[in-house]
């Protein structure tokens, strides 16, 4: 497995807090909710956070010693479900407000999950794959009682891979005695994986964008797109928009991004990125800085890479008419606010890039079932269940006259209340 610099995100100008804003997210968000305020505390912070550390034998024989984390918020649905990320960046802030972020997602779109999140400072791509694999194995050694089918249910997200969950699989059946292919989703197909896993976030992106262009009266062939974003996310996105007859005028990376106002022909970025690792050197679009991709005078922004990256210092710069975000937490609350006196529509994280979750979530079942699905039967279940949540949460979004993050919480929040009550723990 090779790691390219097309999965290293970019990192916002200045540092937000992830954590900070989703608990703002889900106070405000239960306002248009039935949740009484034991369950707004209740979903203000995690049910556990795990930190823990990790050695690991370099190459050269030095040992190096990793810090690890998993979040797990609630259980209030099912088992926790949510990716692990390694990143320079992880933090145990950031690792709970995704956890936290994770559980609002999978109740929105009616998964049986709570939310985690995992993640382990480094920097992947200065590890070799021997490195990487010793790594894999020993967060899953660390944290390995703490996992389990029923229990909390890990997948890839940044710097991480199907290799990296197959190294990962393999070592909690070492150490749990036996092979339990559901403990972990976005596998290898060899491994139990599901066709179609590897593009759903960024189908689902896709799926998302076309029912808020309908919305808005608009076709997805011949409007304009940008995307931050050139990884596992963003370069799934890009392509389903071009296949879809939209003009992707502008990608970036963390090194630098491209404009075409004519289109960039995203099959054969696709090359490039491939044989160098970035967009940067691209002889089919013109290099601009890097920030000013989210400037670009789009119809559809899509902002695919890390939190953040969408603040009060260029809200009010955004010339899209459409955002749907494909990372988590992209925009802040006060960029929130200033997106929405403008009248930008946003389609939130949570509703946005809900694809990979729910095709982890047909991969775990058909684990559980041991029952083999198909790659057309998985896109197929996947856009039903997109334009099913979409169509509820702009739904409610009218009925409460707010924009489609707030519907989106109400609608999830709600699901968690009706839970919480059903199991006892709030009145």
Same mark, same amino acid.
């Given at each position: 497995?090779?790691? $390219?610099?097309?999965?290293?995100?970019?990192?916002?100008?200045?540092?937000?807090?992830?954590?900070?804003?989703?608990?703002?997210?889900?106070?405000?968000?239960?306002?248009?909710?039935?949740? !009484?305020?034991?369950?707004?505390?209740?979903?203000?912070?995690?049910?556990?956070?795990?930190?823990?550390?990790?050695?690991?034998?370099?190459?050269?024989? !030095?040992?190096?010693?990793?810090?690890?984390?998993?979040?797990?918020?609630?259980?209030? /649905?099912?088992?926790?479900?949510?990716? &692990?990320?390694?990143?320079?960046?992880?933090?145990?802030?950031?690792?709970? +407000?995704?956890?936290?972020?994770?559980?609002?997602?999978?109740?929105?779109?009616?998964?049986?999950?709570?939310?985690?999140?995992?993640?382990?400072?480094?920097?992947?791509?200065?590890?070799?794959?021997?490195?990487?694999?010793?790594?894999?194995?020993?967060?899953?050694?660390?944290?390995?009682?703490?996992?389990?089918?029923?229990?909390?249910?890990?997948?890839?997200?940044?710097?991480?891979?199907?290799?990296?969950?197959?190294?990962?699989?393999?070592?909690?059946?070492?150490?749990?005695?036996?092979?339990?292919?559901?403990?972990? $989703?976005?596998?290898?197909?060899?491994?139990?994986?599901?066709?179609?896993?590897?593009?759903?976030?960024?189908?689902?992106?896709?799926?998302?964008?076309?029912?808020? /262009?309908?919305?808005?009266?608009?076709?997805?062939?011949? $409007?304009?797109?940008?995307?931050?974003?050139?990884?596992?996310?963003?370069?799934?996105?890009?392509?389903?928009?071009?296949?879809?007859?939209?003009?992707?005028?502008?990608?970036?990376?963390?090194?630098?991004?491209?404009?075409?106002?004519?289109?960039?022909?995203?099959?054969?970025?696709?090359?490039?990125?491939?044989?160098?690792?970035?967009?940067?050197?691209?002889?089919?679009?013109?290099?601009?800085?890097?920030?000013?991709?989210?400037?670009?005078?789009?119809?559809?922004?899509?902002?695919?890479?890390?939190?953040?990256?969408?603040?009060?210092?260029?809200?009010?710069?955004?010339?899209?008419?459409? &955002?749907?975000?494909?990372?988590?937490?992209?925009? $802040?609350?006060?960029?929130?606010?200033?997106?929405?006196?403008?009248?930008?529509?946003?389609?939130?994280?949570?509703? +946005?890039?809900?694809?990979?979750? &729910?095709?982890?979530?047909?991969?775990?079942?058909?684990?559980? !079932?041991?029952?083999?699905?198909?790659?057309?039967?998985?896109?197929?279940?996947?856009?039903?269940?997109?334009?099913?949540?979409?169509?509820?949460? !702009?739904?409610?979004?009218?009925?409460?006259?707010?924009?489609?993050?707030?519907?989106?919480?109400?609608?999830?929040?709600?699901? /968690?209340?009706?839970?919480?009550?059903?199991?006892?723990?709030?009145?």
């Amino acid at each position: 497995m090779v790691l $390219t610099q097309a999965d290293r995100p970019q990192s916002p100008q200045a540092a937000p807090d992830p954590y900070a804003a989703a608990r703002q997210q889900i106070a405000d968000g239960a306002r248009f909710s039935r949740a !009484s305020d034991e369950v707004v505390e209740l979903l203000s912070r995690p049910a556990r956070v795990y930190e823990v550390a990790i050695p690991v034998r370099r190459d050269d024989g !030095s040992l190096t010693v990793f810090t690890g984390y998993r979040a797990q918020h609630s259980d209030a /649905l099912g088992p926790a479900k949510g990716g &692990i990320r390694f990143h320079p960046d992880v933090n145990a802030d950031e690792v709970k +407000a995704l956890a936290m972020w994770m559980t609002i997602k999978c109740a929105l779109v009616d998964l049986p999950y709570g939310g985690g999140k995992g993640g382990v400072i480094c920097d992947p791509g200065s590890l070799s794959q021997g490195e990487l694999e010793r790594l894999a194995r020993g967060y899953v050694r660390a944290l390995a009682e703490q996992l389990g089918p029923d229990r909390d249910i890990p997948a890839p997200d940044v710097g991480t891979s199907s290799q990296v969950m197959g190294w990962m699989v393999d070592e909690y059946a070492r150490v749990a005695g036996h092979f339990e292919p559901a403990v972990f $989703t976005g596998k290898p197909l060899e491994l139990g994986g599901i066709p179609g896993r590897a593009e759903a976030t960024g189908l689902g992106i896709f799926y998302a964008g076309r029912e808020a /262009l309908q919305e808005l009266g608009r076709k997805v062939d011949g $409007t304009t797109v940008a995307v931050q974003g050139f990884g596992k996310v963003g370069s799934y996105a890009a392509r389903f928009f071009h296949q879809a007859g939209a003009r992707v005028v502008g990608v970036s990376d963390v090194y630098g991004a491209l404009h075409n106002p004519e289109g960039i022909d995203i099959e054969q970025l696709w090359v490039h990125v491939a044989q160098t690792g970035s967009v940067t050197g691209f002889p089919g679009a013109q290099e601009l800085p890097r920030d000013d991709l989210l400037l670009l005078p789009v119809d559809v922004l899509v902002p695919a890479a890390l939190e953040g990256q969408i603040h009060a210092g260029n809200a009010g710069s955004i010339q899209a008419r459409l &955002i749907v975000e494909g990372a988590n937490g992209p925009t $802040t609350v006060e960029a929130d606010e200033v997106l929405a006196a403008r009248g930008i529509t946003v389609v939130p994280d949570i509703l +946005a890039n809900a694809g990979g979750v &729910i095709v982890s979530y047909f991969e775990w079942a058909m684990n559980r !079932s041991r029952v083999a699905w198909a790659a057309d039967e998985v896109q197929q279940r996947l856009e039903t269940k997109m334009k099913a949540v979409y169509a509820e949460v !702009s739904a409610r979004a009218r009925e409460i006259k707010q924009p489609l993050r707030r519907a989106a919480y109400g609608v999830a929040i709600d699901r /968690l209340a009706d839970a919480m009550r059903a199991r006892g723990w709030v009145k």
